[in-house]
Nanobody, 121 residues
Framework: QVQLVESGGGLVQAGGSLRLSCATS????????MGWFRQAPGKEREFVTV????????LYADSVEGRFTISRDNAKNTVYLQMNNLKPEDTTVYYC??????????????WGQGTQVTVSS
């Protein structure tokens, strides 16, 4: 089992950048596929990106492709989400997830508590 804690959310103007961090404990993240999802109130959890355990393969949602980048530092057991050129529609809670190389949130067994990102226009 792995525990996940997100940080780095906040308020930013449209066009700005934020970097989210997901610190893990319990098991090394080198064993896990690591992903980011987001969820707005009343909506289903939405896939953002996932990175394979080897680090070699990555998927992105079309809505963030070219703007967001997932990376990992296995030595620090931390996963990052660099978000550039943020848009108001990126405003929501972002969640870190571990355990599957999938676009489906139901395939993941481990979740953080979420961090709020707000993009003002």
């Amino acid at each position: 089992q792995v525990q996940l804690v997100e940080s780095g959310g906040g308020l930013v103007q449209a066009g700005g950048s934020l970097r989210l961090s997901c610190a893990t404990s319990g098991r090394a993240i080198s064993s896990y596929h690591m992903g980011w999802f987001r969820q707005a109130p009343g909506k289903e959890r939405e896939f953002v990106t996932v990175n394979s355990w080897s680090g070699r393969n990555t998927l992105y949602a079309d809505s963030v492709e070219g703007r967001f980048t997932i990376s990992r530092d296995n030595a620090k057991n931390t996963v990052y989400l660099q978000m550039n050129n943020l848009k108001p529609e990126d405003t929501t809670v972002y969640y870190c997830a571990a355990g599957a190389y999938s676009r489906l949130w139901t395939d993941y067994a481990n979740w953080g508590q979420g961090t709020q990102v707000t993009v003002s226009s």
